[in-house]
């Protein structure tokens, strides 16, 4: 099997290309490689990638439209598509919108418009993210939720993913299954992810900043469930059906929120060092909790997240020290 992945250099990309490539199925990786972070951690995780002859890269712009043509003439036997390529971060979205708008909305028309055309393809799986459900305050966020309150352009620009995506699933009877995730943590993180910051402010000798005078829950998961999940879901295509379009959402979560200070605590302990406290307020965008409610993951998929904090964050210091080094301070 011939699968395409966008954003193979990102955090879930390369975890789920090379998932992949462990199982025999054949890559095709795209990344632009954007510098909105760490352009050499995405190096390092398109080395460990191109170490399988069953992988190839392409570096390339999603909202390109005639890259994105050449490339799919190119790879015309790609029967699976996991599209992971976005532009990330709730609070970046206030700094940069106009990213967010091409890449996350133009990038996955341009997407879904040209592999609508590849003539094996039978299933075309997306990112979406918890953010969809913006205000609303009723826990676990369920499926079923109504997600017409975004509170970040970010949000915003998921949903309109998922709308996008059932038009297309409509209009061309093309299987796409949208995944809400929720907190994705682990090794290979992004250095803008919390975990991520912390590890290296506590290191350095430095005040964590923790929002909301730490009053937080999150759902936080574990990279390898989040995984498990994308793969589950990949392997099952909705049958089109009559008068329906083979267009779902599914929620890819812990299903179990947890205390941010506990989280805090959880790293200190792995760490072996206190972190000094910056509390400040809610950030705008943010939300005070998120919680998965993963009944439709389960019954469809058989999916059951295995990771909890205490098991995953130890994971994520070990990986951290290996490779930064463990008294890095400019990280």
């Not at 206190?274 to 998965?292: H, L, N, R, S």
């Amino acid at each position: 099997m011939t699968v395409l992945v966008t954003g193979a250099a990102g955090f879930i990309g390369f975890h789920t290309a090379r998932e992949l490539l462990k199982r025999g199925d054949k890559v095709i990786g795209i990344d632009n490689l954007n510098d909105y972070y760490d352009v050499s951690l995405k190096q390092a995780r398109l080395d460990v990638l191109g170490g399988d002859d069953g992988f190839r890269f392409e570096c390339l712009d999603i909202a390109d439209r005639t890259a994105v043509e050449d490339l799919i003439a190119k790879y015309g036997d790609i029967t699976r598509v996991i599209h992971l390529a976005s532009q990330a971060g709730v609070r970046h979205s206030l700094i940069d919108p106009y990213a967010y708008t091409r890449s996350n909305i133009e990038g996955h028309l341009v997407l879904m418009e040209t592999c609508r055309r590849l003539a094996r393809l039978d299933h075309f799986v997306y990112a979406s993210s918890s953010s969809v459900y913006g205000g609303n305050t009723k826990m676990p966020f369920s499926i079923q939720d109504p997600v017409d309150t975004p509170l970040s352009l970010y949000a915003a620009t998921k949903r309109s993913m998922e709308l996008m995506a059932h038009s297309y699933a409509h209009i061309y009877a093309m299987p796409l299954t949208g995944l809400r995730f929720f907190t994705v943590y682990g090794p290979w993180g992004r250095p803008d992810m919390a975990a991520m910051i912390f590890i290296r402010k506590i290191l350095a000798d430095e005040p964590i900043p923790v929002f909301n005078n730490g009053d937080m829950r999150r759902d936080f998961t574990y990279i390898d469930d989040i995984v498990a999940g994308v793969l589950a879901v990949l392997g099952k295509p909705l049958v089109p059906e009559a008068g329906l379009a083979p267009a779902r959402v599914y929620n890819i979560g812990n299903n179990h929120s947890e205390p941010l200070m506990r989280y805090i605590s959880v790293l200190e302990e792995a760490l072996g060092k206190k972190a000094e406290i910056d509390f400040q307020p809610m950030q705008v965008g943010d939300v005070p909790e998120t919680t998965a409610d993963i009944t439709e993951t389960q019954r469809d998929f058989g999916f059951e997240p295995k990771t909890s904090i205490d098991e995953g964050l130890p994971r994520l210091v070990a990986w951290y020290r290996d490779y930064y080094g463990a008294n890095t301070k400019d990280r």
